[in-house]
């Protein structure tokens, strides 16, 4: 697998943006490297880096159209990132308070991962997965 830097950008949106940069630094061991406060205590936006991955963030604008999972109708999205140890990631997310939506187990398709729901409903799953890897060892 080439270890080429992270060419997709997932941004997510926050009705308390500040409260998720710390959140996702406690719980998941993301390290803020950007953030471009907005009026009223908002983040006009952020970006947060684990490994070689970014995600950016977001207070939400529900008038643009960008909403927290907090004012949506369900999850309608999630994201998968891989960590080099899921038993430790997984200690430390539910030390944080995350809610674990599926319990760490191994799959049959060869990763060993759990998913959590964050603080304000954001779906994610950490394990060992790695999209390719699989098909390109076969």
Known sequence: ???????????????????ALAWLARA?????RLAVPGDA?????????LGPGVI????????RGMCSPRDLAGTH???????????AHYARARAAGAEIVAELTDKDYGSRDYTVRDLEGHLWTFGTYRPGAHWQAA
């Open 1 to 19: 697998m080439s270890q080429e830097a992270a060419t997709i950008y997932p941004a997510l949106y926050y009705s308390d943006a500040p409260a």
């Open 28 to 32: 998941f061991g993301f390290e803020q």
């Open 41 to 49: 205590g908002t983040i006009r936006h952020a970006e947060m880096t």
């Open 56 to 63: 950016m963030l977001g207070t939400a604008d529900p008038a």
């Open 77 to 87: 999205q999630s994201i998968c990132i891989y960590v080099e140890d899921p038993d």
